[in-house]
């Protein structure tokens, strides 16, 4: 198994998102321990997390809101300043080894021209509003493997989430790596490595190395 490029999720993958929640919760004017806890419950049921703006306001239009809240200078947006500390550094490392780099995520479209400001060389910035497709949809692993031209198997895809990023990127023929960290990876943590990621890191910084261990033979998908 040799890896050629490194395609990243972003959301809790690259992106610390307690921010852009607590925007929200302080919008809705819910105190933000309840609303980050009705996240948390949400996820451990397996439901959309567009259930935790239901349960407080009924009926609620994302799309109005949002644009309410970039109204009033209070955008929920990702920012460059809410990386992960871990994000660059591995970055240029993996950079530095020759892995071709890109970014895919359910992400609003203006997201991939703040990603793509990183001093980082990304072949692409995929953003699910821009491709009209979201995870976990197939469509959205085949477009990844369209915009590389690399066999599925030469793409390592990398996502905090085992329903939206390991398990339908794996079904794809990506390798899929499961990074342990945010809300979806602890709270649907079972101390297991998923069946199906090739890969299970903590930190982006044990990535580069990671991935050595499938070039070389001794990693294991699944185990």
């Known amino acids: 198994m040799t890896v050629r490029a490194v395609v990243f999720d972003v959301g809790e993958t690259l992106v610390d998102e307690t921010?852009?929640?607590?925007v929200w919760a302080d919008w809705?004017?819910?105190p933000r321990l309840t609303f980050f806890s009705m996240l948390g419950a949400v996820i451990a049921r397996g439901r959309h997390h567009r259930e935790v703006f239901e349960r407080f306001r009924p009926g609620?239009?994302?799309?109005?809101?949002?644009?309410?809240?970039?109204?009033?200078?209070?955008?929920?947006?990702?920012?460059?300043?809410?990386?992960?500390?871990d994000v660059l550094p591995a970055l240029r490392r993996l950079t530095e080894?020759?892995?071709r780099l890109?970014?895919?995520?359910?992400?609003?479209?203006?997201?991939?021209?703040?990603?793509?400001?990183?001093?980082?060389?990304?072949?692409?910035?995929?953003?699910?509003?821009?491709?009209?497709?979201?995870?976990?949809?197939?469509?959205?692993?085949?477009?990844?493997?369209?915009?590389?031209?690399?066999p599925p198997g030469d793409i390592a895809?990398?996502?905090?989430?085992?329903?939206?990023?390991?398990?339908?990127?794996?079904?794809?023929?990506?390798?899929?790596?499961?990074?342990?960290?945010?809300?979806w990876g602890w709270v649907l943590d079972d101390g297991v490595r998923p069946g199906e990621a090739a890969l299970a890191i903590e930190s982006l910084a044990e990535l580069p190395a990671a991935l050595g261990t499938l070039d070389d033979g001794t990693g294991s998908r699944g185990r």
């Open 19 to 22: 921010r852009a929640w607590a």
């Open 28 to 30: 809705l004017g819910v």
């Open 60 to 85: 609620i239009d994302l799309r109005v809101e949002a644009n309410r809240l970039g109204i009033a200078g209070r955008s929920d947006l990702l920012s460059l300043d809410d990386l992960y500390p």
């Open 97 to 99: 080894a020759g892995y």
């Open 102 to 150: 890109a970014l895919a995520g359910n992400q609003p479209a203006p997201a991939a021209g703040i990603l793509s400001a990183m001093d980082v060389p990304f072949e692409f910035v995929g953003t699910s509003a821009a491709w009209g497709v979201e995870k976990p949809s197939r469509a959205f692993f085949d477009r990844i493997v369209e915009e590389l031209r690399l």
């Open 157 to 183: 895809y990398v996502g905090d989430r085992v329903d939206n990023d390991v398990r339908p990127a794996a079904a794809a023929g990506l390798v899929a790596v499961f990074l342990r960290r945010g809300p």
